[in-house]
């Protein structure tokens, strides 16, 4: 079945430290990848997509995330967290190649301390 | 331009009352589609519209759940009786098109059954 999933639950980190979230995929075909941020009171927005070519995909606010297919990871990075970056962060695939219907993963709540 | 917007932002119902979510999509936007998290779980997929027509409705729980779109604008979804386990947070989102990586979120409804 087509799924992905998140590892980490809840992070906590202080400003500057550095951030990576792990998500792993399981579907066939071609893959496309997304990762959603959530910041609190507000709704949910795009922070990068991965369609193909360069595995290595950067997206707002500094994040970046590389896509590597034998680990069948797609882990999101930042080199130093803000405490603005305090949010939810999901990453999200397609239930079919192309397709707007995404399936989520369970999540990941930064806390990002001062 | 606006964004997707969905009202109420909260409701709290007892257990066999009946609620009515509503979201507005972005103006001009065909596609339509409902998701909710259930706390602490993946965001799911309920149904997407094109237009007024349901595309796929696949992920409706039950049919408790109802879901309509007259007129290709609005969209709502309807919970009737509602149970303790359809407590979530509701998300909304509309696209321009069906193509992969333009989906806009509402802030979505936080409801909670008591």
């Known amino acids: 079945a087509q799924s992905v999933s998140q590892h980490n639950h809840h992070v906590i980190l202080s400003e500057a430290a550095s951030l990576e979230l792990g998500c792993n995929y399981s579907?066939?075909?071609?893959?496309?990848l997304f990762w959603y941020v959530q910041y609190p009171g507000q709704h949910l927005q795009l922070l990068l997509k991965?369609?193909?070519?360069?595995?290595l995909v950067k997206g707002i606010k500094g994040f970046e995330a590389e896509f590597i297919k034998s680990k069948f990871s797609f882990n999101l990075r930042k080199p130093s967290v803000q405490w603005s970056d305090t949010a939810e962060y999901f990453c999200a695939g397609p239930y079919q190649t192309g397709a707007n219907n995404l399936f989520f993963g369970t999540g990941t709540r930064l806390t990002v301390i001062p | 331009e606006a964004g997707v917007t969905q009202f109420p932002s909260h409701s709290v119902i007892e257990k066999g009352q009946t609620v009515t979510l509503r979201c507005d999509p972005i103006s001009g936007h065909d596609n339509l589609y409902w998701y909710r998290r259930v706390m602490g779980k993946e965001i799911k997929f309920l149904l997407h519209f094109v237009k007024e027509s349901k595309q796929d409705e696949s992920g409706m729980p039950n049919n408790r759940f109802l879901a309509e779109r007259t007129g290709g604008t609005y969209s709502t979804l309807k919970v009737q009786p509602a149970e303790l386990e359809d407590s979530g947070v509701y998300f909304c989102?509309?696209?321009?098109?069906?193509?992969?990586?333009?989906?806009?979120f509402g802030s979505g409804t936080q409801l909670s059954v008591l």
């Open positions: 579907y066939g075909g071609t893959v496309n």
């Open positions: 991965y369609f193909s070519g360069d595995p």
């Open positions: 989102a509309s696209s321009p098109d069906r193509l992969i990586g333009k989906l806009f």
